[in-house]
């Protein structure tokens, strides 16, 4: 008999703590970070639910971290200065075209040392994807990069993409509000969605679509009257250099009708309204489910329980004023995030996959470089996104390519080898397959002897589950080298379950 309105339990009814165990705190680990190694883990099973939700969410609460980025500057292509701008007028004006050349020659020097910048400023994202102790504020900021998609390839400045992932990161679990009235004053987002190029008598209606088609609202909950509009109170909105500046010369003050409120708006009046709607809670808390939970269609039906969760998290979302914080808190909290909807039915992005098997397998970074090339190769390259609406994720990470480039950078983790060879450093640079056993041999020696526990421990820590069929490959593997446990078998193991399709799951 089904339950009645009243007495149904809420979607989102908290895990109680005697349930939460190994399973469900690695879970927690890969989908509010990049996963845990088995001692981490095992600490959240200590911790329980609430206390381990709290560390993970309260971001300001865990070690301070940063990685150096003290070369990198904003210098390389700021305007150009009062000589130089006399320089053009001069050699345009006399038509000097050997002074032209030298000029152009100038700005590409400049654009090519942009370039190498951006890609030490990947580098430096990277380094803190896979060391920071605060991974889901590194979570949040690759899901924001995403939400609020800007790729360097359109502005060509590297330094205002360095400044938009610090303002991502910065609001990373805080408000929604205070970030999308902050969107609206970066340089890079305005210079990529042409904002800095409308005028109070031509407004470009760029940024006003996107911030209810993409960023606010969705399709259907807003008209093009209002994106014409939200442009007019757009105008005005641009930047100097690498700083927001308002021109109110340029500004449209007149009187504007915007989702049926009417008055002399500007951007922030705009972002205020996107705000009030009852559609934008609902359609922030659909992407952070998407991206955290489990796939929802972008239309149509779904389950009654994944219906109730988001219509809880976005009321909650509303309630808070848009602060982040509680509404993760709730959903990690939740028994509905730990059920057999949630557990294992994502895939990972190019960046978990990668991140993850270095934060929890301990393995050696080795070159940046290499793992940039395998990220765009699996079609995620960081501060590239295809487009303003990001990546598209789960099914349209997997394709024959990236399937392949998948299991390659994973043998490159554990063994150095590269399709071409092994990297010079393959052997200084070992992967060390005892830091996984460490705690199965503290606990159980004996175990850590034993080939069948051992399978089934890595496949439990490495998939969290252990299939009849993996079981059986492992198996055969071992038998196959010997019958015997040791350290090169327990990589050749790792390297079998890492291109097994489970482990491309979360």
């Not at 640079?429 to 890595?458: C, E, G, T």
Request: charged share 25%.
């Amino acid at each position: 008999m089904p339950e009645s309105p009243s007495t149904a339990r809420p979607a989102l009814t908290p895990i109680r703590k005697e349930s939460f165990g190994y399973t469900e705190a690695r879970h927690l680990l890969l989908r509010a970070g990049f996963g845990g190694t088995p001692e981490q883990i095992q600490t959240l099973v200590e911790w329980g639910p609430e206390k381990s939700v709290d560390y993970l969410v309260d971001v300001d609460k865990a070690p301070q971290y940063d990685v150096d980025s003290s070369s990198i500057t904003s210098s390389i292509m700021g305007p150009p200065d009062a000589e130089t701008r006399e320089r053009y007028r001069r050699a345009r004006q006399t038509s000097d075209e050997e002074a032209l050349a030298r000029l152009q020659l100038e700005r590409q020097r400049r654009q090519s040392e942009d370039r190498a910048q951006m890609r030490k400023i990947q580098q430096w994202w990277l380094t803190r994807l896979i060391e920071t102790p605060r991974p889901l504020e590194e979570k949040m900021t690759l899901f924001w990069h995403g939400h609020f998609a800007t790729s360097y390839r359109t502005i060509e400045d590297s330094y205002h993409m360095f400044a938009q992932n610090r303002l991502y990161r910065t609001h990373a679990v805080g408000g929604f509000g205070t970030l999308m009235h902050q969107v609206i004053r970066d340089p890079a987002m305005l210079a990529y969605l042409d904002n800095n190029d409308s005028r109070k008598n031509r407004p470009n209606e760029n940024l006003a679509r996107e911030l209810m088609e993409l960023f606010g609202l969705g399709v259907g909950n807003y008209s093009e009257q209002d994106i014409k509009e939200g442009a007019r109170a757009l105008t005005g909105y641009t930047f100097q250099d690498d700083a927001f500046t308002f021109e109110r010369q340029n500004h449209d003050g007149g009187a504007k009708r915007i989702l049926g409120r009417a008055g002399n708006m500007d951007g922030d009046d705009f972002v205020d309204m996107i705000l009030a709607q009852p559609a934008c809670a609902q359609f922030i808390t659909r992407k952070l489910y998407r991206f955290f939970a489990a796939d929802v269609p972008a239309g149509g039906d779904i389950g009654r329980e994944q219906a109730e969760a988001l219509r809880e998290m976005a009321n909650l979302l509303r309630r808070t004023k848009y602060q982040l914080g509680p509404v993760l808190k709730k959903l990690f909290l939740s028994e509905h995030f730990y059920s057999e909807s949630v557990v294992n039915q994502r895939i990972k992005s190019p960046a978990e996959l990668l991140v993850g098997t270095v934060r929890s397998l301990r393995t050696p970074v080795r070159d940046l470089n290499i793992l940039l090339d395998a990220l765009s190769l699996m079609g995620q390259n960081l501060f590239f996104p295809p487009s303003v609406a990001g990546w598209e994720g789960e099914r349209s990470w997997i394709n024959t390519s990236t399937l392949f480039v998948r299991q390659n950078i994973m043998a490159y983790l554990l063994t150095g080898k590269t399709p071409r060879g092994y990297d010079a450093l393959a052997d200084e640079q070992r992967f060390d397959a005892s830091a996984v056993m460490a705690q199965l041999r503290a606990a159980d020696p004996a175990a850590a002897k034993d080939p069948a526990r051992v399978i089934d421990y890595l496949l439990r820590f490495t998939l969290g589950q252990s299939p009849t069929n993996a079981r059986d490959e492992l198996t055969a593997f071992v038998k196959g080298n010997g019958g015997g446990v040791s350290d090169d078998m327990i990589t050749g193991l790792l390297l079998l379950i890492t291109a097994m399709p489970e482990y491309q799951l979360t």
